[in-house]
Nanobody, 125 residues
Framework: QLVESGGGLVQAGGSLRLSCVASGRTFASTYAMAWFRQAPGKEREFVAA????????LYADSVKGRVTISKDNAKRLVYLQMNTLKPEDTAIYYCAADRGPYGPYLSVRARYEYWGQGTQVTVSS
C-alpha cells in the first residue's frame, strides 16, 4: 500500500513537501519509486523518480530545479520537495512503485505497478 500526504493550498512561489509511505512486503523488491501528477482534463504525467538502492534521481524538465525527490529507506518513505510553485503545478500528485529493475524507463507510467490514492496540490496565483 502507498499512502501520500502533504498536499494542500499554497500561493504561487510557495513550497510544499509531499510524503509517501510504502507498507507491506509487496515492496521488498522495489527498484524505483516515482511521483506523477494529473491535472484536470490532462493525462497523468511524470514528475520525478528515485532508484531505491542507488538513490539516483530523474526529473521531468517542467520541474527540474524546483523539485527534489528523496527517500528514507528505513522508514520506506519517499518525499517530494516542491519549491517556487506555479499555478500550473496544480494537480493530484500520485506516488508509484515498481516491482523490480526490469520494465519501461523510469519516467514511463506503465513501469509502475503500485499507486497511491493521490494528494491534491493547488497553487493559487
Amino acid at each position: 500500500q502507498l499512502v501520500e500526504s502533504g498536499g494542500g493550498l499554497v500561493q504561487a512561489g510557495g513550497s510544499l513537501r509531499l510524503s509517501c509511505v510504502a507498507s507491506g512486503r509487496t515492496f521488498a523488491s522495489t527498484y524505483a519509486m516515482a511521483w506523477f501528477r494529473q491535472a484536470p482534463g490532462k493525462e497523468r504525467e511524470f514528475v520525478a523518480a528515485i532508484r531505491w538502492s542507488a538513490g539516483t534521481t530523474l526529473y521531468a524538465d517542467s520541474v527540474k530545479g524546483r523539485v527534489t525527490i528523496s527517500k528514507d529507506n528505513a522508514k520506506r518513505l519517499v518525499y517530494l520537495q516542491m519549491n517556487t510553485l506555479k499555478p500550473e503545478d496544480t494537480a493530484i500528485y500520485y506516488c508509484a512503485a515498481d516491482r523490480g529493475p526490469y520494465g519501461p524507463y523510469l519516467s514511463v507510467r506503465a513501469r509502475y505497478e503500485y499507486w497511491g490514492q493521490g494528494t491534491q496540490v493547488t497553487v493559487s496565483s
